[in-house]
């Protein structure tokens, strides 16, 4: 308890938490929320200095601070905003909750025990300053700090592609001897895609369901896209366009339009039946896939460019771990031969923290994709498909450091402070079943 003096020399009381809530609402701390949430997107994929592997170097020391200002302004939330610690006790946020517990539980038991603390924090740090974020600043200010970052992360990689190749280009040994060169940009090329990938899929739910509509948000969708094609990320690129199918499954998905998917069907049957009388449509089939791989040989494609051996790698050494994990950020040591990481994301949640970790994952993102069946909402609709499609063959979140696919996790999560974002158009009335419960969404109308 603190006193202040008053104009007439008495003294009254004052609180620490009524001193903490009258700084809540000044605008210096719209400014370290804003900017927590731009500099964690911006900022935590970025590796302009090694594409293989993270040190302690001046962009991981940056890192390292931006975390820091985020996981104090999420502890002042969680200190301040009663609506905070109760979204983070609730389903489907409190998973994540979870899931760093595994996390902190494994760091004992690693082999690289500091790396497994920062990265562990990192997720925490992230979960705490997202939640604080939403309740404080609200959805769409939230988002729209997300996608500035974003834009800045994918101008500076063109920059780097064009300025500095030595950075921005990334030369893939393939087989027979062969490279493949894609765009890397500031970070490694997959990271690259992924990230130009989830721009993308922002700049449209921006442009569609929030309705903003400006240059900049133009310009950055156009330059993402133009990234995720240069990075040759099939993988993001799959995750992009069947994310955005998920989440305005809305407007197509219509009873109206099922006789003309029906007949497009059967059109479509009978043409391919015509045309395996005049070809060989297993060859053509052939000839256009390797389109699709870096190397020429569709053999790549079957086998997930390695990844097959890879999972069996990974699933080799959870086994021998299987209650604990090794630890958070310790995959480099482990998959030297195959791979830097496990190219799945439950694999990489399972190999981290144990099996039961893994099921709590799994359980996670089951949960978020039943929630898909009787609540509407494109924003995270979009986010969570997008991070399902990667995530089968990258581990998405909880990377070395957490970053912006890990704020995209705790959004699509975080229903009800999605749900009282009056920017958002929501579906109407009618594409909701009548038997569910409609207090997660703001229905057209109501």
Known sequence: MVTVASKSNETQPVSLS????DVAGTPLLDLIAWASVFGCAFLNLVNVVDKEEVGLDPQVLAKLGMLGVSGLYGVHGVLTRPRVRKILMSFPVAWILILVLFYFIAIPFSPSALNALVSSCSIIAILLMMVTALDHLGAIKVVQAMFCGMGFFVFGSWIAYFAFPEIGVLKEAITN?????RMSGLAHANTLGQYSGLTFV?????GFSYKKRNIFIFAVGILALGALFSSFSRTS??????SLLVGYRHI???KKFIPTYLFLGIAGLLGLLVLSTQMDLGEKLASKLQLLSKSDDTEELTTATGRL???????RLIKERPATGYGAATQASYFQEFSLYTHNLLLNITFSAGIFAGIAGLLMLLGRLRAMIYYGHPLADTIIAFIVVNGLFENVIFSTLAGLPTMLLVLALAWPLLADDPSVAF???????PSEPSRYIRLEGS
């Not at 001897?177 to 060169?181: E, Q, T």
């Not at 922002?202 to 921006?206: F, R, S």
């Open 252 to 254: 197509y998905l219509k």
């Open 202 to 206: 922002l700049a449209v739910i921006l």
């Open 18 to 21: 009524r001193k903490l809530e």
């Open 237 to 242: 690129l799959m995750a992009c366009g069947l």
């Open 427 to 433: 579906l109407s009335r009618s594409e909701i079943k």
């Open 177 to 181: 001897g062969k490279f493949a060169y």
């Open 309 to 315: 051996d890879i999972w069996a790698h990974a699933i």
